[in-house]
């Protein structure tokens, strides 16, 4: 926010203050001066000239030759030009407020400079037509020695907490509560005559939980101008072009008092009714710039009369409603909007203004009578008009300020430092704070504080104690060292996984790839998921995205994944191994917070190899991915297994996945995830291209990955171990995993490892028969093993597989 140094000085004295000492100090309060600078600084770069001749040249154009340091061709459009006459001249290279002056061609002749209005200049005066200099001022002369007061203007960054802020008065505040210095008010004078404003308009609120508050004045026989100087100059230092005296009055009151204010000609609002009510979705609404806007947010406060909206509360008047030359009589607004409804609609429409911004933010209910006081007591004093007595307020639900229990001793001990109740109560009460002591004998340390409802950020205690901080020498208070707690604390299991799998993927040679959080919703077509797919039925909508790409909340990391991998193939990189540790997102219904999940994702596709004599390069298949989960399993010390996917659960779960290349990952017989190989649907679908070969995807659900993973350390046996091999004949429907696991299932035999080395179909085999080749390797804890001991052992194992599996010895 941009605001002139003069103008906070009619609110605080800052006389004996250097510019830099004030910029310095709001600073320290939280206010952040970015830019200091004279406002006037570019004048020492403007000339006197006069004017030597001056001839037509086309329709609208007059060519004169003007004499500062040196004569010049100027082309001017301005219609009080003339010979002889004084002006200020910008000569080629000077740096205006409106921009750097360059030499110009216009209509075939070269301007050499431009002659200047006071507007240009940022100067009051001379609203139509170049400024005339007077008579008696030296040609050439910089026009800094007509002006040489400096007219100092800050740029404040304000927080969006600190909607009071954005205003002379509240600027001026936070000053002067700093400075321990008195706050000047501006008396209000109204001479009211006339009809009273209730017989000649008009306020009905509908809706009372969007518009909490909303109050009018009328101003009657003025006439519609321009502003004065002083006015339209105290705009300018805060960046704000002077239209018309009914206009720039609401923007100086704005800027004064921080109330977005809006002029309705009176005459135009039919039934002389202000009716504010919601307008739904898809409503047409024309606005003052001239745009015909569809509205689109699911409420949006309209301010109608009898017949029409005349404005969309809080963000812009309608066209129909602006105040022409021709006006006698305006209806002064000023109002108190939700600020989320405000948000909503400014965000739907792509609007941004004056009035939103500080709407948005947070308005206080309190401040529309005083806002539209003072707009009428200034309107009336330009314009001749006359104040309509009393003033229109609709205040449906008044809202009572907030009050809340402070102590001076919990002040101390929060900052670390003490500050005497006396200033307490002197600083709380500079920024409108209320302290009543709870108890007369407790000796102050105890207050009852009511919170000015113009600081909606004020809501708690340790609230008021930040104020005190940054209010009561902010320097001073002691820099410590914050004390760590004696013993190490230990992270969360969740972070310490996250870490540890980050270090082995990187050590298995997967690089780690950094997704958003937000995808294009078309992922639930190229992934072919049914329509109760649960990433399609708890899919997380996003109300305003970005762009369509970005419009959904992932419920899943292999699109990301997909993404990535495409943009290294078109960089001709086709062997990538990727691994992204993050975020997935399922809905949990409406108005409720979507469930997030930390998951892994696994992508592997390429080739694998170096392609040299001694590492043959050779495609990626289903076992390699299923190593690497293996080996993140080894590393968590958890019992995984695989169950192959049906192709049922191919067809209802898992589309994007080839049968026979895809399985569910168990951990200690819980669902941790998935794995597979995409099928060619779904690489085409995603744009992969075929030349990229395989490409493999897991996702592990992090959340039920066990916490207690620790395996108990079995020391090695100083007893020599026994291989032997066992070829069975086992049906195409027992799984090589079942035939593991049931081997090793009886803990009476010293069986320490079970390794398959071949499998063999087809030939002379039965039909529907596979053999496998296992070798199993004995070894105790206790005793050298016997051959007599290993034959009875392997007769148990073999007598128990053909049991429980129905497979036998092939012969």
């Avoid at 504010?276 to 301010?303: H, W």
């Avoid at 790839?513 to 995808?519: E, K, M, P, V």
């Avoid at 968590?636 to 169950?643: A, N, P, Q, V, Y």
Wanted: with cysteine.
């Amino acid at each position: 926010m941009r605001i002139g140094l003069a103008w906070l000085g009619d609110w605080v004295e800052l006389g004996d203050l250097s510019p830099a000492q004030v910029a310095e100090t709001l600073t320290m309060v939280g206010l952040e001066v970015e830019d200091l600078f004279d406002r006037l600084a570019h004048l020492e770069q403007v000339l006197v000239a006069r004017v030597e001749t001056v001839a037509p040249h086309g329709r609208h154009l007059s060519v004169c030759q003007v004499t500062a340091q040196e004569t010049v061709t100027v082309l001017t459009g301005a219609p009080n030009v003339r010979v002889g006459a004084l002006y200020p001249l910008a000569p080629v290279g000077a740096n205006l407020p409106l921009g750097l002056v360059k030499a110009t061609t216009m209509a075939g002749l070269v301007s050499e400079g431009v002659l200047c209005s006071a507007q240009e200049l940022g100067l009051p005066g001379g609203a139509a037509g170049l400024l005339e200099l007077p008579a008696t001022t030296q040609v050439g002369a910089t026009l800094k020695n007509l002006y040489p007061q400096a007219d100092w203007a800050l740029d404040i960054s304000i927080t969006p907490n600190r909607a009071d802020a954005l205003s002379a008065r509240g600027v001026a505040r936070d000053l002067a509560a700093a400075l321990n210095r008195p706050l000047k008010t501006p008396a209000i004078s109204l001479r009211e005559s006339g009809p009273p404003a209730s017989q000649l308009a008009q306020v009905n609120i509908e809706c009372p939980d969007f518009c909490w508050r909303y109050c009018g004045r009328i101003v009657t026989n003025l006439v519609i101008g321009p502003s004065p100087d002083w006015l339209a100059f105290r705009l300018a230092a805060a960046g704000i072009r002077a239209i018309n005296n009914a206009v720039d009055v609401t923007n100086y009151v704005m800027l004064e008092l921080g109330l977005p204010l809006h002029a309705f000609d009176l005459a135009n609002l039919a039934g002389s009714q202000i009716n504010v009510r919601l307008g739904k979705a898809g409503l047409s609404f024309t606005t003052l710039d001239g745009q015909t806007r569809l509205l689109k947010a699911p409420e949006n406060i309209l301010i109608c009369d009898a017949q029409k909206p005349v404005a969309l509360g809080g963000i812009m008047g309608g066209e129909n409603s602006a105040v022409e030359a021709t006006a006698k009589s305006v209806f002064l607004e000023g109002a108190c909007f939700d600020p989320r409804a405000i948000r909503r609609t400014a965000r739907a429409q792509g609007m941004a203004t004056d009035a939103s911004y500080r709407f948005e933010r947070g308005q206080d209910p309190a401040l529309p009578p005083l806002a539209v006081d003072r707009a009428a007591e200034l309107l009336a004093s330009i314009s001749g008009g006359v104040v309509a007595p009393g003033r229109l307020d609709a205040y449906p639900k008044v809202r009572e300020p907030i009050k809340v229990f402070f102590s001076p001793k919990r002040c101390a001990s929060v900052l670390g430092v003490t500050r005497s109740t006396p200033e307490i109560e002197r600083v709380l009460g500079a920024i409108g704070v209320g302290l009543t002591k709870v108890d007369p004998d407790s000796d102050g340390q105890l207050f009852e504080a009511s919170l000015p409802t113009f600081r909606p950020d004020l809501l708690r205690e340790v609230d008021l104690i930040e104020e005190v901080a940054r209010l009561v020498d902010f320097q001073g208070l002691p820099a410590t060292l914050p004390k760590p707690p004696a013993a190490a604390q230990k992270a969360p299991f969740q972070f310490r996984l996250k870490q540890t799998l980050r270090r082995e993927l990187n050590a298995l040679g997967l690089t780690e790839h950094l997704g958003y959080s937000f995808i294009n919703p078309n992922f639930q077509e190229k992934l072919s998921l049914p329509l109760a797919h649960p990433w399609r039925v708890k899919l997380v909508k996003i109300l305003n995205p970005l762009s369509e790409d970005h419009g959904v909340l992932r419920p899943c990391l292999t699109p990301g994944l997909l993404a990535a991998l495409r943009l290294n193939q078109s960089h001709g990189r086709w062997s990538v191994a990727l691994f992204e540790v993050g975020a997935t997102f399922h809905s949990l219904g409406q108005d409720r917070q979507p469930l997030e999940q930390p998951s892994l994702g696994l992508l592997w596709a390429g080739k694998f190899g170096e392609g040299t004599w001694n590492d043959p390069e050779r495609s990626v298949d289903f076992w390699d991915l299923k190593g690497v989960v293996e080996a993140l399993g080894e590393m968590g010390g958890l019992d995984l297994s695989f169950e192959p996917l049906s192709s049922d659960a191919i067809d209802q779960e898992y589309p994007f996945y080839e049968l026979g290349q895809a399985a569910r990952i168990l951990a200690g017989g819980r669902f941790l995830g998935h794995l597979g190989s995409l099928s060619p649907h779904t690489r085409k679908a995603f744009g992969l291209k075929e030349a990229g070969g395989t490409v493999l995807v897991a996702e592990l659900a992090l959340s039920s990955w066990p916490e207690s993973t620790t395996k108990a350390f079995v020391g090695w046996s100083s007893y020599p171990g026994v291989y032997r091999d066992l070829a069975l004949l086992a049906p195409d429907t027992v799984s090589a995993q079942a035939i593991l696991d049931e081997a090793q299932a009886d803990q009476a035999i010293p069986l320490t490892k079970v390794t398959i080395f071949d499998l063999y179909q087809g030939g002379n085999l039965p039909q529907g028969h596979k053999s496998l080749a296992l070798r199993l390797f004995f070894q105790s804890q206790e005793r050298t093993l016997t051959d007599e001991l290993v034959n009875g052992y392997f007769n148990c194992l073999v007598a128990r597989l053909a049991d429980k599996l129905k497979v036998a010895p092939r012969a």
